[in-house]
C-alpha cells in the first residue's frame, strides 16, 4: 500500500534577544496592527489640519490685504493718511510763503529806494 509521508520538522524557538542591538531593527509601524495604525494616522492629520488651518487663512487675509479688522486701527490709519495728505500739501504752502515774503521785500526795498532817490535830486 502507500507510505505516508514523514512529518515537517518543527519551527525554530524564537530567539531571545539579550542585548537591543542584537535585534533586527523593524519599523515601529510594522509591528502595529491596522486598525491601530489608521487611528493614529488620522489623529495626526486632523491635528495637522486644526493647527495649520487658522495659520493659512490669517496668512491668506495677510496677503490680500485684509489682515486690519480692528476698527480702533482701522481709524488710526485713516488718520494717518489724513495726516500723510496734509503733509504733503505743505511743500505747496512753503513755496507761496516764499514767493509773498519775495514780493513784501521788493515793496519794502522800492519804499527805501523812493526817498533817495527824491533826496538827491
Known amino acids: 500500500m502507500g507510505q505516508t509521508p514523514a512529518p515537517s520538522a518543527p519551527p525554530p524557538p524564537p ?3 539579550t542585548q537591543v542591538s542584537e535585534a533586527p531593527s523593524v519599523p515601529f509601524w510594522m509591528m502595529m496592527s491596522p486598525p ?3 487611528i493614529i ?3 495626526v492629520i486632523l491635528g495637522a489640519v486644526v493647527v495649520f488651518l487658522p495659520l493659512m487663512r490669517a496668512l491668506g487675509r495677510r496677503l490680500e490685504g485684509k489682515a486690519i479688522a480692528d476698527p ?4 488710526e490709519l485713516e488718520q ?3 495726516r ?8 505747496h504752502h512753503v513755496a507761496e510763503l516764499e ?3 519775495d514780493f513784501a521785500e521788493r515793496l519794502l526795498g522800492q519804499q ?3 526817498p533817495r532817490i527824491e533826496q538827491g535830486s
Open 15 to 17: 530567539t531571545v534577544y
Open 99 to 101: 514767493e509773498r515774503l
Open 112 to 114: 527805501r529806494e523812493m
Open 41 to 43: 494616522s488620522l489623529s
Open 84 to 91: 500723510v495728505g496734509e503733509l504733503e500739501e505743505l511743500p
Open 36 to 38: 491601530a495604525l489608521t
Open 72 to 75: 480702533a486701527l482701522t481709524t
Open 80 to 82: 494717518l493718511r489724513q
